[in-house]
């Protein structure tokens, strides 16, 4: 045996001893808890989840055989009728809703600098971005730090130019609106295309794409990221004197609506069919990389810990359910076309869990509540982060237990607008933003060992959530 796989074999004999001691009775309780009750089957979905080699192999399917798949791309079509057929044949009820969903189409792309030297420049252009002009757009770049920057400048300063929107990274949330709102804010003074230092915190001089979004109070203007190495020397020319000069060329374009699904597979309630614990992730992803941790992962480790649960013969009180949604990338169809789905039965819906960070390490999950209550001061918060925490220690076997304040996601955000508790994967989150979104988002830089712990946890959680007596508080 190689080292590889002899360090491999430890790893899996130290989480099999682990469960071993978790599936032994625990001392000191009173009554019955939730890790009580559940320890033994927790152990049964742990084990076989952390032995699992079939969920892999549909990611790898998934990744290598199928790659990306832009909402509207034929590719996404192809990942849905694949999965459909096989959850078919692992006799889980599925079914396809659909959706209609935005159709972009990124086209041929380039970027040179032409002054002060000439030399290519990597981009990917944003998605939902218009094209240039026949032979595209020439001309100088003015550089700006935040919004507060530009706001500061003249018509005459922008009137004619690129803006390079030269943002440092101050983590995803904050720097995300200048890929979003960036192109409409140069605009408004005159510009005629935007570029924007990609977001991400560690670059290889990689572009990262993304949505972004027009205002139609002004003309709308190709968009597209650059690197942060790219966009740093561009910055720094300018501060030093030198005229920056751009010839951008992008054949983005948009096409009607198309046709696509969100796939739901379940295993009906013995007891309270209409009660249901959805779970799950996107199925689209951008078109470039594989979409291996954005979000095609998740979506595999989601679909496969129900199947593990199906084959162990385990039959909750409540429907669990896997939902692949479409369209989270660009449009966010999939999850309002969920909701409008639900109707009146969102009453029923007890839980939401969304795996939409990758596929790192994982320590456990985040929990929201509709109510304002992330501050801890309500009640029934309180209530659910308890319960939360018993069903954690079931997961302690694979360091993976925490229940952190905070929690939900794009397509589950439709239904904790209307009450459910939602809760959210969380991994370590080192090294996410430096793949997020682009070529390099690929299986690669998956780990087997923390896909499966992730499909554990979803396993032992979701059907711990739709078999336990009661339920989670429901927001307010």
Known sequence: MNSKGSSQSMILRRVLLSISLMVAPAAGFAQESLTDSYRETAGRILGAAMVDVEGWEKLEHLTTEVGHRLSGSPELEQAIEWAFERMEREELYVRKLPVKVPHWVRGEESARLVAPVERSIPILGLGSSVGTPAGGITASVVAVTSFEELDKLSRDDVEGKIVLYAVPWMGYGRTVRYRSAGASRAAALGAVAALVRSATGRSLNTPHTGAMRYDDAYPKIPAAAVTVEDSEWMRHSIDNGHDVRVHLEMGAHMLPDADSFNLVAEILGRERP?????????????????????????????????????????????????VLWTNEENGLAGGRAYREWVGDAIDGHVAGIEMDGGAERPIGFGFGLRSGADDGADADYEKGLETLAQIGTLLDGIDAGAMQ???????IGPLMRDGVPGLALRTVGEHYFDWHHTEADTLDKVDLQDFRKAMAMLGVVGYVLADMPGTLPRGR
């Not at 199925?283 to 679909?303: E, I, K, L, R, Y």
């Not at 304040?405 to 397509?411: M, V, Y």
Request: hydrophobic residues 40%.
């Open 274 to 322: 209409e009660e249901v614990v959805v779970m799950g992730g996107h199925f689209d992803s951008w078109d470039v990389g594989q979409g291996a941790h954005d979000d095609g992962a998740a979506c595999m480790a989601a679909w496969h810990a129900l199947t593990i649960v199906h084959r162990l013969g385990l039959r909750p009180r409540r429907t669990m359910r896997v």
């Open 405 to 411: 304040r905070g929690g939900g996601g794009a397509d």
